[in-house]
C-alpha cells in the first residue's frame, strides 16, 4: 500500500508503518488480503456495536437502495428519516421531542452548540454565549468541536482557529473541585451551556467517573439555567452498560448528540436530539430565527434505514442481556491482568475495560503504543492503545473464544515490553 494516494486519519505516514487492506467483515472479524483473521477489538473505533455486516441491517440498506438514494432534506422528507425519528424519541429519555439529522459525531456536537446559543441569541440573551467543558474531554475534530476539547497534541497546531471556553476538572476520587468550579463558572450568568461525555471519556484515555457525579453535574446547571449538553456519540446505545449512560443518573440532558452505533456502526449518521425549550426558541414566523444547519447529506435515506434497522434490533432482540453478559467477561479478563505490576489504574465501564501500562514516558504519543500496536496486530487482534493507555471496546457479538485471544495478546504485549 505503499504507493497509495490516500492519506489515513491520526496515521504517520512519515513512519512507514504497514496499512493492512481488509477485504471483507463479519461479525467480530476483519478479513484481511494477506488472509489473515483479525478481531476487531475496538469495534473499528467504537461504531459497531451488533458486529460488521449484520443481516438485518444489511437487509434495510440494499431494500432501500431500490426506494430512494438521496433527497435534500431542507423543506423535503422521507419515510425512512420519519420512522427513524419517531423511533428515537419513543426510544430515549421523555422531554427530547426534536431530532436534528447530520452526518457524524463531530457535527452533531457542532448542532448541539448552535443550538444552544441560538436559543440564547433568539431569546435576546446574547451575554449567554460562553460554554463550558471539562478536563481531558474530546467532541471531535471540527473547529467547534476542537475548541470544547482539551488543548494538547490534536490541536495545537490549530490554536489560532479555536474559541475559548471554561473548562472544570476531572472529577477524580474527590469530585468536589469540580462540582465547586462548575457552580462558580455557571453562577456568573454568561454561560450558555456545559457539554460532557457522561461516565466515560473517550479519546482523552478512557477515564471514568460515578453515575452520582454526572447526576450533580446536571443539578447544579438546572439550578443556573445552563443547557446541559450530553455527548453520547461513543457512550451511546450500549457501551456504558445501558442504552444511555444517562440512564444510570436517571437524568435527562437539554440536548443529547448521538452517532457512531446509531447505525450499529454501518453508515455515517448523526442526531442531535432537543427539548422543547431549545426548538421553541427557534420556531418563528421570522425567517431569521430559523437553526441555520446544514449538510448536503443530512438525513440520507440508507443511512436512515440503516438506523431504523438497528432501532428493532434493540426492540426485538436481548441487545441488554447480550452486553451484561459481555460486561461480565471482559471484567474477567480485565480482573486477571490486574495484578501484574506493570498494569494500573484498571478501570471498566459496560463493555469498555482499560488499564495503564506503567511506563515513565505516558500519555497519547508515548512510544509504547505503536510498539504495542504492533504486537496485538501481529497476534491478529486490532487494539489502538491511547499512548500508554490500552484498553478494548468489541461488539456485543463476540465470541468466548475471541474474548481469550484479546486476553492472550495483551499479556503477551505486556510480556513483551518487558524483555
Known sequence: MSSSPVWHPFHQHGLGEPIPLVERAEGTTLYTADGRRVVDAISSWWVTTHGHNHPRIMKAIRAQTEKLDQLIFAGWTHEPAETLARGLVDMMPDGLGHVFFSDSGSTCVEVALKMALGTFYNRGEDKRSRILVMEHSYHGDTIGAMSIGARGVFNRAYAPLLFDVGTVPFPAAEPQPTYDALEAACAVGDVAAFIVEPLLLGAGGMLTYPPAVLAELHAICARHGVFFIADEVMTGWGRTGTLLA???????????????????????????????????????????????????????????????????????????????????????????????????????????????????????????????????????????????????????????ADIARIADAMASGLDMLRA
Open 246 to 400: 444517562c440512564e444510570q443518573a436517571g437524568i435527562t440532558p437539554d440536548i443529547l448528540c448521538l452517532a457512531k452505533g446509531l447505525t450499529g456502526g454501518s453508515m455515517p449518521l448523526a442526531v442531535t436530539l432537543a427539548s422543547d425549550e431549545i426548538y421553541d426558541a427557534h420556531y418563528s414566523t421570522d425567517r431569521a430565527k430559523m437553526f441555520f444547519h446544514s449538510s448536503s447529506y443530512t438525513a440520507n435515506p440508507i443511512a436512515c434505514a440503516a438506523a431504523c434497522a438497528n432501532l428493532a434490533i434493540w426492540r426485538e432482540e436481548d441487545v441488554p442481556g447480550r452486553i451484561v453478559s459481555l460486561s461480565a467477561k471482559l471484567g474477567s479478563l480485565l480482573e486477571s491482568l490486574s495484578t501484574r505490576d506493570d498494569v494500573t489504574n484498571p478501570r471498566q465501564c459496560g463493555t469498555m475495560i482499560a488499564f495503564d501500562v506503567a511506563v515513565p514516558d505516558q500519555g497519547y504519543l508515548a512510544e509504547i503504543g505503536p510498539r504495542l500496536r504492533d504486537h496485538f496486530y501481529g497476534q491478529d487482534v486490532l487494539l489502538r492503545p491511547l499512548g500508554n493507555t490500552v484498553y478494548a471496546m468489541p461488539p456485543y457479538c463476540i465470541e468466548d
